[in-house]
T-cell receptor, first 117, second 111 residues
Framework: GAVVSQHPSRVICKSGTSVKIECRSL??????MFWYRQFPKQSLMLMAT?????????EQGVEKDKFLINHASLTLSTLTVTSAHPEDSSFYIC?????????????FGPGTRLTVL | KQEVTQIPAALSVPEGENLVLNCSFT??????LQWFRQDPGKGLTSLLL?????REQTSGRLNASLDKSSGRSTLYIAASQPGDSATYLC??????????FGGGTRLMVKP
């Protein structure tokens, strides 16, 4: 199978702190990983596309200086929410694309629930 | 820009019924379409993936069809069970680079 893990699964932090979320592909290499955000009762919205060894591509409306993405290896991407505020509270889900090119299937992590007090 | 719509937004059925969830998309130039299940507060579970060259995929009681030309996909669930209660999301991959998700259908199967 193709397994993607996320850590932590849940985090509660104070306003103004930074939070790092890890996304790992456990049994395959992923040149491309994606970060999604899901607000309550809404669908997933793509935040950014993370390519190994290069800068992430952010979707319109997503602040790159606030949501720092590092894809340092073929199995790990990290999302850091800097100076988090209550409006950043959300469910963050990553996915990893298996296979080269743009047609590989995406496999999703279990998600990280961020609560900013 | 791809837009994905799911109808109905919510559905409540008695156990044992067969049901159909609908997904439509505006740009037919897709690589594939996936159906996911999401339980409350949980991540996504991939149910079925249909490549653009395929017409349908089946897994157990689930059958998904794809009509690219009309921009539609359906997820058919046979003999529904209370354990099928969840939100079902369809997502379209049409740029080889990102998935566009529909708003989901919240399904409740009553015992």
């Amino acid at each position: 199978g193709a397994v993607v893990s996320q850590h932590p699964s849940r985090v509660i932090c104070k306003s103004g702190t930074s939070v790092k979320i890890e996304c790992r592909s456990l049994d395959f290499q992923a040149t491309t990983m994606f970060w999604y955000r899901q607000f309550p009762k809404q669908s997933l919205m793509l935040m950014a596309t993370s390519n190994e060894g290069s800068k992430a591509t952010y979707e319109q409306g997503v602040e790159k200086d606030k949501f720092l993405i590092n894809h340092a290896s073929l199995t790990l991407s990290t999302l850091t929410v800097t100076s988090a505020h209550p409006e950043d509270s959300s469910f963050y889900i990553c996915s990893a694309r298996r296979g080269a090119g743009g047609q590989g299937e995406q496999f999703f992590g279990p998600g990280t629930r961020l609560t900013v007090l | 820009k791809q837009e994905v719509t799911q109808i109905p937004a919510a559905l409540s059925v008695p156990e044992g019924e067969n049901l159909v969830l609908n997904c439509s998309f505006t740009d037919s130039a897709i690589y594939n379409l996936q159906w996911f299940r999401q339980d409350p507060g949980k991540g996504l579970t991939s149910l079925l993936l249909i490549q653009s060259s395929q017409r349908e995929q089946t897994s157990g009681r689930l059958n998904a069809s794809l009509d690219k030309s009309s921009g539609r996909s359906t997820l058919y669930i046979a003999a529904s069970q209370p354990g099928d209660s969840a939100t079902y999301l369809c997502a379209v991959d049409n740029a080889g680079n990102m998935l566009t998700f529909g708003g989901g259908t919240r399904l409740m199967v009553k015992p």
